[in-house]
């Protein structure tokens, strides 16, 4: 295993014991949730993004979405986010003159809760976005055992409704940008008050809401699933929410292939996976949905090309045009690509 920072990618030799061959190469695809960063003991660049995307499936353009990464050092604390829309729209611009995937979209970060600065970060968000600004994430991942976990989110209890950053919700959909969350399954509830309560914002889940199966939620995986589904299921009734496809082989989530000795088929995440997506495909509709990587962070688990052939078997019996929908179409209208 190479060692990147807390980011410890396994070394080609151990994606190497996993090899099939792609599924339906040429289902164009749309990736709508990847990072990107240069830190001091960790990178995933412009060449890492095209390793992966390039490895086999036909990903054409991809959405950025903010990680915390390149901020600026200096200057007004609430505007030090610009720095990472400035980063990724210089390296945008050199995807635009590629042979790999283009960096289509850019997804920010701003604190909701700024009140009158709100549209000052935002309008700076735009300018340097040079046009591929698309909306704001900001997480209301509130972690109730964060020693217990590879990720721990850092948001206050209680974010999603504090007036202030709803207010700041509001104003994103009034100006036509997007906003979406990581949080954790136990935050689901919230996360449906929220969105009913700002309808006119379109809403994006990350993650399926990040089902939690480690510490002390690794023995309560059934429970957690059947309050999960019913969740999911009322947070479906809003028509202004969008569900994002992905984002489960993350090491909080429990599956623990980071930890083991090869990686996993396709077939494996299938048989691990297929209940939350099938789920959320069924109350969401395939309008409302597209398949994510979450690259790098699952990448600690799984390499592109078996991800995706994954995605792929697990909607092989939809039809041409909801499959469509699914890996490209909700993404390019939802980002306005």
């Known amino acids: 295993m190479a060692s990147r920072g807390m980011f410890a990618f396994q070394g080609p030799e151990w994606y190497s014991q996993v090899d099939e061959e792609v599924l339906e190469p040429e289902l164009a695809i749309v990736d709508p949730h990847h990072h990107l960063w240069r830190l001091p003991d960790s990178e995933y660049l412009l060449a890492d993004l095209w390793a992966d995307t390039g490895s086999g499936h036909r990903v054409e353009q991809t959405v950025f979405v903010e990680c915390g990464a390149s901020y600026s050092s200096s200057g007004p604390k609430h505007l030090r986010p610009v720095g990472e829309t400035e980063f990724v729209a210089r390296v945008a611009a050199e995807s635009a003159d590629g042979p790999g995937a283009r960096i289509a979209g850019i997804v920010a970060h701003a604190d909701l809760r700024l009140g009158d600065q ?3 970060v935002l309008d700076a968000h735009a300018e340097a976005g040079r046009g591929l600004f698309r909306g704001i994430r900001h997480a209301g991942s509130h972690t109730e055992h964060p020693e217990m ?5 850092r948001a206050p209890a209680n974010l999603f409704s504090d007036p202030s950053f709803r207010k700041g919700v509001r104003l994103l959909g009034a100006l036509g940008y997007t906003y979406e969350s990581w949080h954790y399954h136990y935050q689901l509830g919230e996360f449906t008050d929220l969105a009913r309560s700002v309808p006119e914002t379109t809403i994006i889940l990350d993650h399926f809401g990040t089902p939690l199966g480690v510490g002390p939620y690794e023995s309560q995986r059934e429970d957690i699933f059947a309050a999960w589904k019913a969740d999911v299921a009322e947070l479906a009734r809003c028509p202004n929410v969008i569900a994002k496809l992905g984002g489960l082989a993350m090491p909080d989530n ?7 000795d090869r990686p996993p088929t396709s077939d494996e995440i299938v048989e691990a996976h297929q209940d939350y997506f099938l789920h959320t495909i069924d109350c969401f ?3 409302r949905c597209m398949f994510e990587s979450n690259f790098p962070v699952d990448r600690l688990s799984v390499s592109y090309r078996v991800l995706f052939n994954a995605f792929k078997k697990m909607v092989a019996n ?9 890996f490209s179409g ?8």
């Open 118 to 120: 709100l549209s000052e």
């Open 149 to 153: 976990l590879f990720l721990p989110g």
């Open 254 to 260: 429990g599956f623990g292939w980071h930890l083991a």
């Open 285 to 287: 509709g395939p309008d």
């Open 318 to 326: 939809f039809n041409d045009g909801e499959r469509s929908a699914m």
């Open 330 to 337: 909700t993404a390019a209208r939802t980002y306005r690509l």
